[in-house]
């Protein structure tokens, strides 16, 4: 572990390797002239635990402090941790058990990034990688693998690296890049890799200035350092790096132009992506790299810098202010590029069309529940939509369930970014005769195909203001229904209910009636929020949220946090303008 002018994080980086799961390590300190009082840190943890071990050099930089550290190091395996991040769980003490299993050259672990507010967020490519566990595969069958091109989070066979003779590059930046490509290479020959699904590595992300961080040496020094990786991969594999790079790397870079890098960085980034994408073949880059990615290199390539600001100043990387269609049976957006300013149809990327579904309500009916689900795929815009639902139970599908299309359209409270979000909302109908007496929760799985791809997921999310986040009874058959995440689920208190049975719109007055007698009036104005102390009865409950219009003003009545009921109020509107639709 290189350390260097880490004070403020050292401390927890250190705890956190005392505390991680194998107990048999050594922690190699290696104090790269740190300026700051980082030393006394880890001599203070050293006097506590014999594992540390301290080597002190003068500053050399990030290589050269790595390379010190594996040359004191003596165990059978290697990991790398930099000073300013953490290391959680059993995750190495498993890396070593599948390595001392398979024979294979290194294991590689998940990693999330750990922002100063504490919001972890890892990035979709990294729980793409880890989403099944895989023994002794490498880059010619997985080229998969690739996209973790960090130092760490990995665990080495020390006889493979020594054997292999591998080092960090020294006085570089990005040095991590060509020793990752060299181990995957070498690793073909050697056993492959392992990978290990259990997440162990939190990478601290340290906010920089755009200055400091998006300097025209900072994107020459990361794109160098890239090229000159590919150069040891064979072609499959060097061509799927380079697509990695292009659609998950570079974007942070092009959306540093937006924020005002300066234009010596933009034209540096311009022909590091000319440079990545004659690796590539024509088309490839439609797989993985979004579609309005594709169009801002169309003007940094050309070096055209001034129409690259002009791109993204214009909210050109908003997907939703493109118009959707479908080309070729493909669905694109139509954005503004260099060759074609008014605009070309471009594919969508995969992974820009994952499924959103939301349990907008559940009504709770004699023989079954009816719960209407908002399910589409994001970005798309297309009438050609259809789907299908199971109940399931852990990873089990056990029963086919009926789905009808319903009219309502929730994309006016709820933000509908494409026209046919209004069109896909399906009544999902689970027979109580299914909740059988076993006990364990049950969830919905949703598929839906839309504009020729089809998407599947578990719905989880709800929406707060209906009555799928309220937890409702299923008769008497001790289930329940609804909650976050929404799932049907045996011996759960249900939610309070009250007297509120309806609700009146008349004019600007609402009236919340619980009998022939009993009312709690208000007038309500558009933009206002309203809260109730009174709790709808099971009846209104089933029809949350609620939308009423008048001439003067449009209410939602939701449930709130609390149970109670909120009153959402605001001038009547022609339902488009309170979506987004793209160009209107």
């Known amino acids: 572990m290189p350390v260097y002018a880490v004070e403020d994080y050292l401390e927890r980086c250190l705890v956190s390797l005392r505390r991680q799961g194998l107990d048999d390590v050594e922690i190699v300190v290696v104090d790269d002239g740190s300026p700051d009082g980082s030393l006394r840190i880890a001599q203070r943890h050293a006097k506590k635990d014999p594992r540390i071990v301290i080597v002190q050099q003068e500053n050399a930089g990030l290589g050269a402090a790595r390379n010190a550290g594996v ?153 160098g350092a890239v090229l000159r990786s590919l150069e040891v991969l064979p072609v499959p594999a060097r061509r799927e790096r380079a697509r990695q790079v292009l659609s998950n790397d570079v974007p942070h870079y092009v959306r540093a132009v937006a924020r005002g890098a300066e234009d010596a960085f933009a034209a540096a980034l311009g022909r590091g992506v000319a440079a990545l994408l004659a690796e590539t073949e024509p088309g490839e880059l439609a797989l993985e790299c979004p579609a309005e990615m594709r169009a801002a290199y169309t003007w940094l390539v050309a070096g055209d810098v001034a129409g690259a600001r002009a791109f993204l100043d214009g909210e050109g990387l908003v997907v939703a202010t493109h118009d959707g269609g479908v080309v070729d049976g493909e669905p694109t957006i139509t954005v503004p590029t260099r060759t074609h300013p008014e605009g070309e149809p471009l594919v969508l990327s995969q992974r820009q069309t994952p499924l959103d579904a939301t349990a907008l309500r559940a009504v709770v009916g004699p023989d079954s529940v009816d719960v209407h689900v908002w399910g589409y795929l994001r970005h798309v815009e297309s009438p050609d939509l259809s789907s299908r639902a199971w109940l399931v139970r852990g990873e089990q599908r056990l029963t086919e369930l009926t789905v009808a299309r319903s009219d309502e359209k929730p994309g006016d409270r709820l933000r509908a970014t494409r026209a046919c979000n209004d069109e896909a909302v399906w009544v999902v109908t689970v027979p109580v005769s299914e909740l059988d007496a076993d006990g364990a929760a049950l969830r919905l799985e949703l598929e839906v195909t839309h504009a020729g791809r089809t998407r599947t997921a578990v719905v989880e999310n709800v929406d707060a203001g209906g009555s799928a986040a309220a937890v409702q009874p299923v008769g008497e058959t001790g289930w329940t229904v609804g909650g976050a995440p929404f799932r049907l689920e045996r011996d759960r208190e249900p939610s309070a209910v009250g007297p509120v049975d309806h609700v009146v719109l008349d004019g600007a007055a609402l009236t919340l009636r619980a009998g022939p007698a009993a009312a709690a009036s208000t007038n309500v104005r558009p933009g206002s929020v309203e809260s109730f102390e009174e709790r709808p009865s099971a009846s209104l409950l089933a029809e949350l949220p609620l939308r009423l219009r008048s001439d003067q003003v449009v209410v939602h009545v939701v449930l709130t946090a609390t149970g109670s009921l909120g009153v959402e109020a605001r001038e009547p509107l022609p339902h488009e303008q309170l979506t987004v639709y793209g160009t209107r």
């Open 71 to 223: 040359a004191a190091a003596t165990g059978e395996f290697l990991t790398f941790v930099d000073s300013d991040d953490e290391v959680r769980g059993p995750g190495y003490a498993l890396a070593v058990t599948s390595l001392r299993t398979s024979g294979a050259a290194f294991a590689v672990l998940p990693y999330t990034r750990l922002h100063a507010s504490g919001r972890t967020a890892q990035p979709a490519w990294i729980a793409d990688l880890y989403a099944t566990p895989r023994v002794a595969v490498d880059i010619t069958t997985y080229p998969q693998l690739l996209v973790h091109a960090t130092a760490w989070s990995k665990v080495y066979r020390r006889s493979f690296w020594d054997e292999g003779g591998f080092s960090f590059p020294v006085g570089v930046l990005y040095e991590d890049q060509e020793v990752t490509t060299q181990t995957h290479a070498a690793a073909i020959e050697a056993g492959g890799v392992d990978v290990v699904p259990v997440l162990t590595y939190l990478w601290r992300v340290r906010e920089q200035s755009i200055t400091r961080e998006f300097s025209a040496a900072t994107i020459e020094a990361f794109l």
